[in-house]
């Protein structure tokens, strides 16, 4: 298509340069643009020509997919036992649950999932999306626990695997970041006492690494307790994990508060909003969404630090599909899963962080240029 040119000519159209456009463009751009993306290229490209095909034989070609027993996996040539984690899923998805009773962690599990996933769409958020939580915790907390409805009643205890993780994290979540909202905006006050108290909170815990907070509250805690009280051990642990996250996202968002101009608070001071009115309305909304991408990095530390517990006696995903192992029956599949387990966690993860940057791409429309 011709273009008027200046003075009233017609110019010739003129293609790209062919190295800029289709499949060759985006190599150029992508794989091959300087040297060291060459090298790079040229060297990831060998590792997969050479790994690639060895792993599609060993994990599809090969596998043995279904075995009572792991004589089939043991063959000479036999590629992956999936056999193994076929037949110990609900030892790993479940732990320790009663085996007749597990539809209930089942239950609670797609409960939660239901939950955080109709929360990620902004358009239910709302003060009814608090009463599902509220409404939707408490059955899972009765779907777990039982002893009501006919349920047979199950400890604890005896909670592991999947749910156990996802309840932790959620949990540590839900009462995780109002804490930590409270201490950020305690660190900036201008009251010395409330200052100096969250400084020397949030730096005790950052101060010490999880796994002694979960055995002091484990261990320690108990001691100081009078004579015939006990706390339950789950609790405990919940509750050393939402303290040791609260500092963390305390020190998240600060950093967006101090990012906040200073003509936004004068803004809202000349309006006339009163403390708690101008840090909801004004300045935690943009603080908090300039934090988007920390703050769901600390919520995925906290899915995966939630292996920990095992120093308590918990058994999370990752370590209900370690005891699997035990079996003697089926040793020597560690491979399996592994890469089994960490494709759960792979799953979640990798989606929390693909939601933050949909969901920071959504509130930054309006401020983009």
């Known amino acids: 298509m011709a273009e008027i040119a200046h003075g009233g000519q017609a110019a010739p159209s003129l293609r790209p340069p062919?190295?800029?456009?289709?499949v060759i463009g985006w190599m150029h751009k992508n794989l091959f643009g300087n040297v060291f993306s060459s090298i790079l290229t040229i060297l990831a490209g060998a590792a997969i020509?050479?790994?690639?095909?060895?792993?599609?034989?060993?994990?599809i070609i090969r596998a043995v997919w279904v075995a009572d027993n792991s004589a089939p996996c043991k063959v000479a040539g036999?590629?992956?036992c999936w056999a193994f984690i076929a037949d110990k899923h609900r030892l790993i998805f479940f732990g320790t649950y009663p085996y007749a009773e597990q539809w209930r962690p089942l239950a609670a599990t797609v409960i939660l999932l239901g939950l955080i996933i109709g929360s990620c769409d902004r358009r239910l958020w709302s003060r009814w999306l608090m009463a599902y939580w509220a409404v939707g915790l408490v059955a899972v907390g009765v779907l777990m626990w039982g002893g009501v409805f006919g349920l047979t009643y199950v400890s604890n205890l005896d909670w592991g695997g999947l749910p156990l993780t996802i309840i932790m994290a959620v949990a540590g979540c839900i009462f995780a970041f109002p804490i930590?909202?409270?201490?950020?905006?305690?660190?900036?006050?201008?009251?010395?006492?409330?200052?100096?108290?969250?400084?020397?909170?949030?730096?005790?815990?950052?101060?010490?690494?999880?796994?002694?907070?979960?055995?002091?509250?484990?261990?320690?805690?108990?001691?100081?307790?009078?004579?015939?009280?006990?706390i339950d051990k789950l609790l405990r642990a919940q509750v050393g994990l939402i303290l040791f996250e609260a500092a963390y996202i305390a020190e998240i968002v600060?950093?967006?508060?101090?990012?906040?101009?200073?003509?936004?608070?004068?803004?809202?001071?000349s309006l006339g909003l009163g403390f708690f009115h101008k840090q909801r309305k004004i300045i935690l909304p943009q603080a908090?969404?300039?934090?988007i991408p920390p703050l769901v990095g600390n919520f995925i530390g906290l899915f995966k630090?939630?292996?920990?517990?095992?120093?308590?006696?918990?058994?999370?995903?990752?370590?209900?599909?370690?005891?699997?192992?035990?079996?003697?029956?089926?040793?020597g599949f560690s491979i399996e899963l592994y890469i089994f387990t960490a494709a759960?966690?792979?799953?979640?993860?990798?989606?929390?962080?693909?939601?933050?940057?949909?969901?920071?791409?959504d509130l930054n429309k309006g401020t983009r240029r």
């Not at 108290?197 to 307790?225: D, K, Q």
């Not at 101090?258 to 803004?267: F, I, L, T, W, Y």
């Open 344 to 361: 759960i966690y792979f799953i979640f993860c990798y989606s929390m962080s693909k939601y933050s940057q949909a969901l920071e791409r």
């Open 288 to 291: 908090l969404r300039m934090v």
């Open 18 to 22: 062919a190295i800029e456009i289709g």
């Open 78 to 80: 036999a590629g992956a």
């Open 180 to 230: 930590g909202l409270l201490l950020a905006l305690g660190r900036r006050s201008e009251m010395p006492i409330m200052r100096w108290l969250s400084v020397a909170y949030i730096e005790l815990i950052r101060g010490v690494p999880l796994i002694t907070v979960l055995i002091t509250a484990s261990v320690i805690f108990p001691l100081f307790l009078p004579d015939g009280v006990s």
């Open 49 to 59: 020509v050479t790994t690639v095909p060895g792993i599609i034989d060993w994990a």
């Open 254 to 269: 600060r950093g967006g508060l101090q990012a906040v101009p200073r003509g936004q608070h004068e803004a809202a001071d």
């Open 305 to 331: 630090s939630t292996t920990l517990v095992i120093v308590i006696g918990l058994f999370d995903l990752l370590n209900s599909a370690k005891a699997a192992l035990t079996d003697l029956n089926w040793r």
